[in-house]
């Protein structure tokens, strides 16, 4: 039994009405066939799956948390040294301190200048 | 009655008990999660999420150094240290640990704070370092805690403190620049509301997070130059030391621009150890609160006066007989001898009354201080340099001061005594700004103390509020009161100034008032006057007064005023005349 390869006018009509250029026409069924129950339990599993991603990347954010919070404190502590020292030097550099000096103390009061004209 | 019936009873009724028990949980649940929902999504936040304000930094202050800004208000962070007795397991440790590392710190009955078991908060050490705790915290001692808190420093301890200011307890500024300016140097704090773990660490979770990150304070620049209020207050203490005199006060100006050098009052204190003011005065920035009769120095203005209506010349006579009578009343002069035909210079260099009641009179008619005479009097003090009333100075505080009108009752008699510098009450900022536009050209320059604003970037930005009032004397009056001021200064004054410079200047001595009455064997000592090269470069104006000390202009406030010029001479590098 051979069949047909030739369409008559009417037939190659009512094909080309029902497909498009480039569609396949021709029908693949898979042979496996998926219960109701293992739908569930994809449709489970695949839940957990993202429940689990969500899960790593919170975990992931909230452990940046933990280190941007590990540099501010120690950006803080740094910053604090910082005015610390700057707060040591502006008093050892205030001017009653160095007129306290010995230094200043043995220092002698200056003379006029004398000033050469052209 | 079969077995299947009874069992599928037993089933049937399991089954309608588990579906009420469902229900209940259902109930409960819609009851719980739907009906109630905002109130433990509201205890659920609460219990979560935590609102965290973040202090804005208060504005630092400067001032000027060598040109450049100085900073010399300070924040830092530094501790409370306190203990709770109640779980203090080991107090010799603690005792030791505060004895040894905060020591200086600590507040008065610390050791038995660490005792009272029954308490749990006991403070036992202030103004605590970030390195001092952190020694202490190393000791992993039980029961011991501390409070952050931002303090104040003041490095120079008492410089420039009545410009200054400080903040009190509450953190608001008070008198001077912190309090004048507390608004712009607080900045507003920030907001951070986020959910947080147990140990308050701030997580991204959640819908609701707010972070509005603090505006710290404007941080302000000073006209004040350090090295020069620094020897301002030095020479004033020595000043004071060498007169006897109770209280000083001295203002150094740019009369050119008005920008004050120094303002400097003594007795002062340390904006640092507030503890330490035993007296308001010590606070109070009297050259800018305190309105007083300035004395002689006036008579430069009443000169000024007479000269720009060309009432008057330097080498214009009168006849001096040491008294002038006005209305009812006889004036007479401090220094008496001067007698016979004399020039005003002349007048000005003795610092005659005669004088200036003559050159009052002949702003009117020639032989009274009549309305047309008080009036153009006023019309200079008060509206052209702008004497008894607030110039505007931005410090706390500063008072009007008053010029009598010139229709009061008796005006006539008040005028006399305005024209050589009593009947009225003026500040020293004012005179001392009037005086800059007498001896600048005739321009008077709002005095000022703010140099402009620090930016974040370290950028200064100038401060543009200050005003100028141009043609307050013609500049010809101006060159002949410089000329009169100089050869005032140089016919008693001069011997110790530094050699080829034009440093001018005026006494005065004013007498005192108590409840009305003129207190005897009490009088208040000034010296005003300008230096420079060829053209005046500073203006200085210095005070001392004291409980019954009669002191004066030449004696007691001349030296000091002596002191600062030479000093101001050599400090702004100025050149002597060829």
């Given at each position: 039994?051979?069949?047909?390869?030739?369409?008559?006018?009417?037939?190659?009509?009512?094909?080309?009405?029902?497909?498009?250029?480039?569609?396949?026409?021709?029908?693949?069924?898979?042979?496996?066939?998926?219960?109701?129950?293992?739908?569930?339990?994809?449709?489970?599993?695949?839940?957990?799956?993202?429940?689990?991603?969500?899960?790593?990347?919170?975990?992931?954010?909230?452990?940046y948390d933990y280190e941007a919070q590990k540099i501010d404190s120690q950006i803080a502590e740094l910053s604090e040294q910082k005015t610390d020292l700057e707060v040591e030097n502006a008093r050892l550099t205030a001017l009653s301190t160095v007129r306290e000096s010995s230094v200043a103390k043995a220092m002698t009061k200056s003379e006029a200048p004398a000033y050469v004209s052209n | 009655m079969p077995n299947e019936v009874i069992i599928h009873r037993r089933i049937r009724f399991l089954a309608i008990m588990c579906f009420i028990v469902?229900?209940?949980?259902?109930?409960?649940?819609?009851?719980?999660?739907?009906?109630?929902?905002?109130?433990?999504?509201?205890?659920?936040?609460?219990?979560?999420?935590?609102?965290?304000?973040?202090?804005?930094?208060?504005?630092?202050?400067?001032?000027?150094?060598?040109g450049k800004p100085y900073?010399?208000?300070?924040?830092?962070?530094?501790?409370?240290?306190?203990?709770?007795?109640?779980?203090?397991?080991?107090?010799?440790?603690?005792?030791?640990?505060?004895?040894?590392?905060?020591?200086?710190?600590?507040?008065?009955?610390?050791?038995?704070?660490?005792?009272?078991?029954?308490?749990?908060?006991?403070?036992?050490?202030?103004?605590?370092?970030?390195?001092?705790?952190?020694?202490?915290?190393?000791?992993?001692?039980?029961?011991?805690?501390?409070?952050?808190?931002?303090?104040?420093?003041?490095?120079?301890?008492?410089?420039?403190?009545q410009i200054l200011g400080f903040?009190?307890?509450?953190?608001?500024?008070?008198?001077?620049?912190?309090?004048?300016?507390?608004?712009?140097?607080?900045?507003?704090?920030?907001?951070?509301?986020?959910?947080?773990?147990?140990?308050?660490?701030?997580?991204?979770?959640?819908?609701?997070?707010?972070?509005?990150?603090?505006?710290?304070?404007?941080?302000?620049?000073?006209?004040?130059?350090?090295?020069?209020?620094?020897?301002?207050?030095?020479?004033?203490?020595?000043?004071?030391?060498?007169?006897?005199?109770?209280?000083?006060?001295?203002?150094?100006?740019?009369?050119?621009?008005?920008?004050?050098l120094a303002m400097a009052n003594l007795p002062t204190y340390d904006p640092g150890q507030l503890a330490g003011i035993t007296n308001f005065t010590q606070v109070n920035n009297g050259v800018i609160t305190t309105p007083y009769e300035p004395g002689s120095v006036m008579k430069t203005f009443t000169m000024a006066t007479g000269i720009d209506t060309g009432a008057v010349k330097p080498d214009s006579t009168y006849v001096n007989t040491d008294y002038i009578q006005v209305g009812d009343r006889t004036i007479t002069n401090a220094s008496k001898g001067q007698t016979g035909t004399i020039t005003?210079?002349?007048?000005?260099?003795?610092?005659?009354?005669?004088?200036?009641?003559?050159?009052?009179?002949?702003?009117?008619?020639?032989?009274?201080?009549?309305?047309?005479?008080?009036?153009?009097?006023?019309?200079?003090?008060?509206?052209?340099?702008?004497?008894?009333?607030?110039?505007?100075?931005?410090?706390?505080?500063?008072?009007?001061?008053?010029?009598?009108?010139?229709?009061?009752?008796?005006?006539?008699?008040?005028?006399?005594?305005?024209?050589?510098?009593?009947?009225?009450d003026l500040t020293m900022v004012q005179v001392a700004a009037g005086f800059s536009a007498l001896i600048n050209g005739g321009t008077y320059h709002t005095p000022t103390v703010i140099e402009g604003a620090l930016m974040p970037d370290k950028t200064l930005r100038r401060n543009s509020n200050q005003k100028t009032y141009n043609g307050v004397i013609k500049a010809s009056t101006s060159e002949q009161m410089r000329e009169m001021i100089l050869k005032s200064r140089g016919a008693f004054a001069s011997s110790k100034d530094r050699q080829g410079y034009n440093v001018g200047g005026k006494t005065g001595t004013s007498q005192t008032f108590e409840n009305g009455q003129i207190v005897e064997g009490q009088t208040i000592g000034t010296y005003l006057g300008f230096g420079g090269d060829t053209t005046p470069k500073y203006v200085i104006m210095v005070q001392v007064s004291g409980k019954n000390k009669n002191l004066g202009g030449s004696d007691d406030t001349n030296p000091i005023f002596t002191d600062i010029s030479n000093w101001m001479i050599d400090y702004k590098k100025l050149q002597p005349k060829a």
């Open positions: 039994m051979s069949h047909s390869t030739t369409y008559n006018r009417g037939q190659y009509a009512q094909r080309r009405s029902s497909l498009s250029r480039n569609q396949n026409s021709v029908r693949f069924t898979s042979a496996i066939k998926l219960g109701p129950v293992t739908h569930t339990v994809l449709v489970a599993l695949m839940i957990t799956v993202l429940g689990l991603i969500y899960l790593t990347q919170a975990t992931k954010a909230t452990s | 469902m229900a209940v949980f259902v109930v409960r649940l819609f009851y719980l999660q739907v009906i109630e929902h905002g109130k433990y999504v509201s205890l659920a936040r609460a219990e979560q999420e935590k609102r965290l304000v973040i202090p804005a930094k208060r504005g630092e202050i400067y001032l000027m150094d060598d900073r010399i208000v300070m924040n830092q962070t530094v501790y409370t240290m306190f203990v709770d007795p109640s779980i203090v397991n080991k107090p010799t440790e603690v005792l030791a640990a505060i004895r040894e590392v905060v020591g200086g710190n600590t507040v008065e009955g610390y050791a038995e704070r660490i005792t009272q078991k029954k308490t749990r908060y006991q403070v036992v050490a202030r103004k605590v370092s970030h390195t001092q705790a952190e020694l202490i915290r190393k000791r992993a001692l039980n029961g011991v805690g501390f409070h952050a808190e931002t303090a104040r420093i003041y490095p120079e301890k008492s410089l420039a403190a903040v009190n307890f509450d953190g608001v500024g008070q008198y001077g620049v912190e309090g004048k300016f507390d608004k712009e140097l607080q900045g507003t704090d920030g907001l951070l509301q986020s959910v947080t773990d147990v140990a308050n660490v701030p997580l991204t979770i959640g819908d609701k997070n707010i972070d509005i990150a603090p505006k710290n304070g404007q941080s302000i620049v000073l006209t004040i130059d350090r090295s020069v209020q620094s020897y301002v207050e030095q020479a004033l203490a020595d000043g004071l030391k060498r007169t006897g005199a109770d209280s000083g006060s001295a203002i150094v100006m740019d009369p050119n621009t008005g920008k004050v005003l210079q002349h007048a000005l260099n003795w610092s005659l009354n005669t004088g200036m009641v003559t050159v009052a009179q002949r702003l009117g008619d020639g032989k009274n201080i009549n309305l047309d005479a008080r009036n153009t009097m006023y019309d200079y003090l008060f509206n052209k340099f702008r004497l008894g009333q607030p110039t505007g100075i931005e410090l706390m505080g500063e008072r009007a001061g008053i010029i009598p009108a010139p229709t009061i009752p008796g005006a006539a008699n008040q005028y006399a005594t305005i024209s050589f510098g009593q009947g009225m």
